[in-house]
């Protein structure tokens, strides 16, 4: 197998270099260690509703607000004591020298966990589970709830779990879902709606996408979709499109930020495609059309990738409004396509993911929204990595014009994730991180 | 300079006119704004916009590097609702199609939200820029009078036969025919709802007009055969579907050491339909 050579330079959104040179290798999710680390957090943090929760326990409705148990109440002071619930939950999920993190915010009313990877050994539901049994166990002990009261801490706690797996109801969130709700195997860190990475970045768009294409790219590393000479491809394509490799995705969207359109987009990059010299024209028909073709295929679909990033960003930031990307995505490489005669973004997958997409984005088929879609459900899932960055690029820019807006649905996971400043900057983090593994 | 799109026969040339903004798109009409907005029926001729958000201007955006790079369009810049403006467009020769209508606006538009299904394109996108493009492709060559229709709903009609007068089926009876002058007007609005006023839209094109304009291929009644009379659009398709077949399966492989038979359904297609079609 040829050993990958490719080089590229990184840049900031903002245009600014951030290390040359970098081996494509070095920004592998198996590599790089700020890639690992957001990976690695995002399967152990958990963000734990304690205003919820005594809530819950005061009205009965212990499995959300259509499972109501009258009679099954307690009035405990469950806020008040978040501290000394976080502190025996602490000792609680330590693995000796490895601690939790376990921290009151917003005055008690949320809890932000991180299990150490040592509770880890195969199963990433760890993460999730063991935070609710020891948020179980500190609430009893911390409120001296006795053995004929225990079971109301516990439904409030843990939701319709066992009787629903998916433990509808629950109190503590974590990024990634139960298995049971994955597509398929290798899909958890797919399985995250785009408003949660739009909300975790502070609504930037070029952060957002990279964020986002992090984490497709690491499942795709994990579904055994980057294995041998198919990891070069994914690599390109992180590099081009989520990580603004060369600058190139931050100029196509300076170039055609005052007037350009899908389309201006398109022929940007096929400009630059053969400046590159990653495209060649190969035949000439009849009416003058010029068939190009390519000795490059991955490097070609990691340029494409890159603008049809870009076409989505000046479309749907020149509307305010994050509603258009699947028909973006649908044209750019229809206009690719007959421009050029070479594929769309992964081989015309991208494109056929558009079309569902569309239906489900528009409340064609039910009421969804682009803000909740992540890269986890059968109309999204092809094309793998490039597509859903665009969907997070679009709700940050989004001028709350759709129903299901980031504040809405995921303001805990932004002032928690947030914080972190390989979510906050994953731009810089990864460079960061390059620097060390080079 | 793009080249847009093959075809060295009329309709290929058509289709890069339609999509090049370079080129001005011929003037049919000229409909009034507030007969466009009467017809869109979003808002009463003379109403305010409405908002979903204060202008941009005046709220405190992200520090987004894509935002302060691209201007957003009037509608965006005012906090306008999202509307949309839908077409049907007959397959009896109507100036666009569906295939079309997108790459079009993507050329031409910023902004937009564009969405084909079946028969009808739709676009959507703030209030202000959807006025301006109904405006723009009422008027201008891309619509004709009996064979495009301007349907928010019930947009059935674009494959079905045509009426003695030459215009397309319509199951909301939206438009009119008046027999002495030859003129389609509209009586209704685009989602089949009153209006206060009855809207002219003036005479339809003739049928050799229409074959000129046409950017559809059709082996029937006069059309452009596509496989034998413009072969190149098929063969450029064919590259793509080989280009996405073998990128599918080994990217890292040059197509043509990717054994197997590939000239499947290119040279030498068997045709089942001659020229003309079957009626």
């Keep these: ?438 | 300079m793009p080249q847009y799109t093959p075809g060295s026969s009329i309709i290929g040339k058509n289709r890069r006119k339609f999509m090049d903004k370079s080129q001005k798109l011929e003037k049919l009409r000229d409909i009034s704004e507030e007969d466009i907005v009467r017809l869109l029926a979003h808002r009463a001729p003379g109403e305010e916009y409405k908002s979903i958000h204060p202008p941009i201007a005046e709220m405190e955006e992200p520090e987004c590097a894509v935002r302060e790079m691209v201007e957003p369009t009037e509608g965006a810049k005012a906090g306008d609702r999202i509307r949309y403006v839908q077409f049907t467009d007959s397959m009896q020769f109507a100036p666009t199609t569906p295939r079309i209508r997108p790459m079009m606006w993507y050329n031409r538009h910023r902004g937009i939200d564009v969405g084909v299904l079946s028969g009808r394109t739709i676009v959507e996108g703030r209030e202000r820029d959807v006025e301006k493009i109904t405006k723009e492709y009422m008027d201008n060559e891309t619509y004709d009078t009996a064979r495009t229709g301007l349907r928010g709903r019930s947009v059935h009609g674009h494959s079905l036969r045509l009426d003695p007068n030459g215009n397309m089926f319509d199951a909301l009876r939206r438009w009119a025919y008046d027999e002495k002058s030859g003129n389609v007007k509209y009586v209704k609005d685009m989602v089949g709802g009153a209006m206060d006023k009855e809207i002219t839209l003036g005479k339809p094109l003739s049928d050799d007009e229409l074959r000129k304009r046409t950017t559809m291929f059709r082996n029937a009644q006069g059309g452009v055969w596509m496989e034998g009379e413009d072969p190149e659009v098929a063969d450029v398709i064919s590259e793509i579907h080989w280009n996405r077949t073998c990128g599918g399966f080994q990217p890292f492989t040059a197509r043509d050491k990717i054994k197997g038979n590939k000239g499947v359904g290119v040279k030498g297609m068997k045709l089942y339909t001659p020229k003309g079609g079957v009626e």
């Design chain 1, 1 to 438: 197998m040829a050993k990958i050579a490719d080089k590229v330079d990184l840049y900031d959104d903002r245009g600014n270099k951030l290390v040359g040179d970098v081996p494509i290798t070095a920004i592998s999710p198996l590599r790089n260690p700020a890639m690992k680390k957001i990976c690695s957090l995002v399967t152990r943090s958990a963000a734990v509703n304690l205003a919820g929760l005594e809530m819950r326990i005061k009205t009965g409705a212990i499995a959300g607000k259509e499972m109501v148990i009258r009679g099954k109440t307690m009035n405990l002071d469950i806020v008040g004591k978040a501290s000394a619930i976080a502190s025996e939950m602490k000792d609680m999920l330590s693995v000796d020298g490895a601690a939790a993190r376990v921290d009151p915010i917003m005055g008690g009313k949320r809890i932000l966990v991180e299990v150490p990877p040592e509770r880890i050994l195969a199963d990433y539901s760890a993460a999730r589970v063991n935070t609710m049994a020891a948020l179980t166990q500190a609430v009893m002990d911390v409120c001296n709830v006795d053995m004929w009261h225990a079971d109301i801490v516990k439904g409030g706690v843990w939701g319709g779990y066992p009787q629903d797996p998916d433990m509808t109801g629950t109190v503590v969130a974590t990024l990634v879902d139960v298995p049971i709700r994955n597509e398929g195997p290798g899909f958890a860190l797919r399985n995250i709606p785009v408003n949660h990475i739009a909300a975790t970045v502070r609504k930037r768009a070029m952060p957002g996408a990279a964020l986002s294409m992090i984490l497709e790219e690491a499942a795709c590393y994990e579904m055994g979709d980057a294995i041998g000479p198919f990891e070069r491809g994914h690599l390109l394509d992180l590099a081009y499109e989520g990580l603004n490799a060369n600058n190139m995705l931050y100029t196509m969207v300076k170039e055609n930020g005052k007037d350009g359109t899908v389309a201006s987009v398109t022929y940007s990059l096929v400009e630059k495609a053969k400046a590159d010299g990653v495209i060649k024209a190969k035949t000439k028909l009849g009416s003058g059309y010029t068939v190009y073709g390519t000795n490059d295929l991955q490097m070609w679909n990691a340029y494409a990738s890159a603008g049809m990033l870009a076409a989505v960003m000046v479309n749907a930031a020149a509307m305010r409004a994050g509603q258009s990307v699947p028909s973006n995505v649908m044209y750019f490489n229809e206009m690719i396509e007959h421009e050029t005669g070479l594929p769309g973004v992964d081989y015309g997958k991208a494109q056929g993911a558009s079309v569902a997409s569309a239906f489900f984005s528009h409340s064609i088929y039910g009421g969804g929204g682009p803000g909740v879609f992540h890269g986890n459900h059968i109309v999204t899932r092809h094309a793998k990595g490039q597509f859903i960055p665009c969907f997070c690029a679009a709700m940050c820019i989004d001028a709350d014009t759709l129903y299901f807006t980031p504040a809405r649905t995921s303001g805990l996971y932004g002032e928690v994730l947030g914080a972190i400043p390989e979510f906050a900057e994953p731009l810089k983090a990864v460079a960061e991180g390059a620097k060390k593994v080079m």
